[in-house]
């Protein structure tokens, strides 16, 4: 009985604290968003923390970008999967209790990432991660979305973005400092304590609220959807892998897109015929929410796999340290911290169409100024492309997600943000694995082209070697047959950093093509005037 009373006296210390906030108080929903925030808080950082810590966890296990990359993407599948299926487990279990099962999953699975000792072990623990993350952030857009009236929703959604927000800025810093003074397991280890406050934030400010439709689980959706997302990207990613000979018409590779498109078809028949779909495809007929999710998924695109680019370049090819390279991302969620919520404010008096456009055409430029990126790249170009990218964040997120929502009622609302939060997170899926494999295909190709133009027999190339010869001798004290070699070794590992710059370029270039053709949709979007809810 001694050892049961502290958990018992902990239980009613809960209690007490919980019945502190009033549902009915003003102020009440003001307490939730900031709960929430912490849980999206974590569910981001994760997702940027890692990217400044990739080119050491590379290096630690002895892999490459093929195999280094399964890193992020496990991540963003597993929460992709779970997305749908919060929706259904907040309304069969309660919101509150899934959502703190989300911060349970999140801070178990970033305790088991500090302590991978492989590199299979450690996508194993980003899926656990991963499912944690997808209970959290569709379950606190919800959450927000059914206590704020519409007239507050788009300032609650901008104020909820700006934990997004911090987590694109103080990630890669986080990130990078932990990773070049201490090792790279603390980048997820430092989601622990931060998930325990969350856990003792939730217990105590939340108030259990449960849907009154009782929905069947649906298994056949759940299994067809969560075979058709990682079979296909695993497609995607290995059809140009190194340890595949065969290429894209591997009978791997091929037999992994056979099955992607029997479980696609599987799924859609089922989610179109059953009374009680995991995915609610009956939303889409809303014009407003395909709209905005078809705008959401290429959004997501480009952004996730242009920031998956970044630090490589920024570490592999100008030699920024860890916490360099995560610095430069600061500026990016403060900028959007600021601009999310004023979006917020102003999309009501103001046309919503025009910041989602603004936005997304800026971003496009700033990608696009990315791809003349080269080794003579200085550090205040760089941070121009990243002040753009942080100004059409802000602009973007709040209106699109607003006009996204309009008409849903509160019974849908967990089935709408898990859909959005689910196209969001498999077009970064996407847009990682895509441009990931476009960088391993234009690094080949710039190597062969740059290869080609080397003649050995012409007096320029001659006159290099011989000068590398020179200097290797009087300054590096090299015998003259083996400066000679080092000469050679010198020349071709220049050819293939160029090679990787210039791929780095062309990827981004792909971003910004596909981040221009996002506001395409953004002109087709109803609106309707007077319309508080904007």
Known sequence: MLKIKPL????????????????????????????????TFMAVLDATIVNVGLPKIMASFGVGIDKIEWVLTAYMLALAVMLPTSGWMADRFGYKRVYFFGLFLFTLGSFLCGYSSS?????????????????????????????????????ALGFWSIASAASVSFGPLIGGYLVDNFSWPL???????????????????????????????????????????????????????????????????????????????????????????????SLFKGYNFAVSNLVIFIFGIGM?????????????????????????????GIIQGIVAPATGIFSGKINPKIPIIVGALMLAFSFYLNSMLSYMTEH?????????????????????TALATIG?????????????????????????????????????????VYGESLDQNSQVFKGVMANIGNYLVHTAGSTVSGAAQQGKMLLLSHVNRQAFVQAISDDFLIAAIITLICAIPVFFLKIKKNNKSL
Not at 15 to 39: C, H
Not at 314 to 320: C, E, K, W
Not at 380 to 400: D, H, K
């Open 408 to 448: 849903i009622s509160n019974e849908k609302m967990g089935q709408a943000s898990g859909l959005i939060n689910v196209l969001r997170q498999v077009g970064g899926s996407f847009g990682v694995a895509l441009l990931s494999t476009l960088l391993t295909t234009r690094v080949i190709f710039h190597s062969q």
């Open 187 to 281: 980048i997820f280890d430092v989601n622990v304590p931060i998930g325990v406050a969350g856990m003792l934030a939730t217990a105590i400010i939340q108030k259990e609220y449960r849907s009154q439709r009782k929905r069947s689980f649906d298994p056949v959706g759940f299994i067809s959807v969560s075979i058709f997302l990682p079979v296909l990207l695993y497609a995607l990613t290995e059809g140009n892998a190194a340890n595949n000979s065969g290429g894209w018409n591997s009978p791997v590779i091929l037999v992994c897109f056979g099955i992607a498109a029997i479980s696609l078809a599987v799924f859609l028949v089922t989610e179109l015929t059953i009374k009680d779909p995991l995915i609610d495809l």
């Open 8 to 39: 018992h006296g902990f239980r009613n210390f809960i209690r007490e604290q919980n019945a502190t906030f009033d549902v009915q108080s003003p102020s009440y929903k003001w307490w939730l968003l900031a709960n929430v925030m912490i849980g």
């Open 119 to 155: 590199e299979d072990m450690l996508i194993i623990s980003r899926v656990i991660q991963g499912l944690g993350a997808g209970a959290l952030m569709p379950v606190g857009m919800a959450i927000i979305t059914r206590e704020f009236p519409p007239h507050q929703r788009t300032l």
């Open 380 to 400: 205040s170009f760089i941070m121009v492309t990243l002040y753009l990218r942080g100004i059409s964040m802000g602009l973007m997120f709040s209106p699109l």
């Open 304 to 332: 996730f796999g242009s920031t998956f680019l970044l630090p490589l370049y920024l570490q592999n090819s100008l030699g920024y340290t860890a916490i360099q390279a995560g610095s430069v991302f600061l500026p990016v």
